[in-house]
Nanobody, 115 residues
Framework: QVQLVESGGGLVQPGGSLRLSCAASGSIFSANPMEWYRQAPGKQRELVAAITRGGITNYVDSVKGRFTISRDNAKRMVYLQMNSLKSEDTAVYYC?????????WGQGTQVTVSS
């Protein structure tokens, strides 16, 4: 069983940047994919970005060109670089790892975009 811990959230002004980190307690080499989700108040959790074991990435349309997902298997880390943040990006962001079809979730980190 792997544990995931997100960090890097906080309060940022519109147009600003944040980098979220997800630290895994075990190897992520076999995790396929690694993903970031978010959930805004009153809304369903949505997939934001994903990265496969081979490094192929995918993004929800609303963040394309602004967010970048990456992974460092050696450090057991996954990152989400978020630029040009908008108020609608405000949400709790969750890291998810899938190992041979079994999902594991982190506890989430709050991102608030507000002036």
């Amino acid at each position: 069983q792997v544990q995931l811990v997100e960090s890097g959230g906080g309060l940022v002004q519109p147009g600003g940047s944040l980098r979220l980190s997800c630290a895994a307690s075990g190897s992520i080499f076999s995790a396929n994919p690694m993903e970031w989700y978010r959930q805004a108040p009153g809304k369903q959790r949505e997939l934001v970005a994903a990265i496969t074991r081979g490094g192929i990435t995918n993004y929800v349309d609303s963040v394309k060109g602004r967010f970048t997902i990456s992974r460092d298997n050696a450090k057991r880390m996954v990152y989400l670089q978020m630029n040009s943040l908008k108020s609608e990006d405000t949400a709790v962001y969750y890291c998810k790892a899938t190992y041979y079809g079994t999902p594991f979730w982190g506890q989430g980190t709050q991102v608030t975009v507000s002036s």
